[in-house]
């Protein structure tokens, strides 16, 4: 079992950065792919950014590479989501996720946070 706390969300005008946090509880945190997704207003949830257990290897969507970085910090069970150069497309609620296995569904994840928002405006 992995519980998720996410932290960090805010509102921000275009072009500014704003740093996720999600905390993690459980001993087996380093086991699981971590990952970010975002559910915008009548918008299904969509992947952003996943880890895997080292972080050596990463996925970003294509509508954030370059301006999302995704670490991960083991020994604090923490996940982490740098956004910058935000644009107002970026709004959403933002969830950490947890999985097994390398996946970017969303239906493959089977732990989430409860989310926090993101609020860019230009």
């Known amino acids: 079992q992995v519980q998720l706390v996410e932290s960090g969300g805010g509102s921000v005008q275009a072009g500014g950065s704003l740093r996720l946090s999600c905390a993690a509880s459980g001993r087996t945190f380093s086991s699981y792919v971590m990952g970010w997704f975002r559910q915008a207003p009548g918008k299904e949830r969509d992947v952003v950014a996943l880890?895997?257990?080292?972080?050596?290897?990463?996925y970003y969507a294509e509508s954030v590479k370059g301006r999302f970085t995704i670490t991960r910090d083991n020994a604090k069970n923490t996940v982490y989501l740098q956004m910058n150069l935000l644009k107002p497309e970026d709004t959403a609620v933002y969830y950490c996720?947890?999985?097994?296995?390398?996946?970017?569904?969303?239906?493959?994840?089977?732990?989430w946070g409860q989310g926090t928002q993101v609020t860019v405006s230009s």
């Open positions: 880890i895997r257990f080292s972080g050596a290897r990463t």
């Open positions: 996720a947890a999985a097994s296995d390398w996946r970017t569904s969303v239906s493959d994840y089977d732990y």
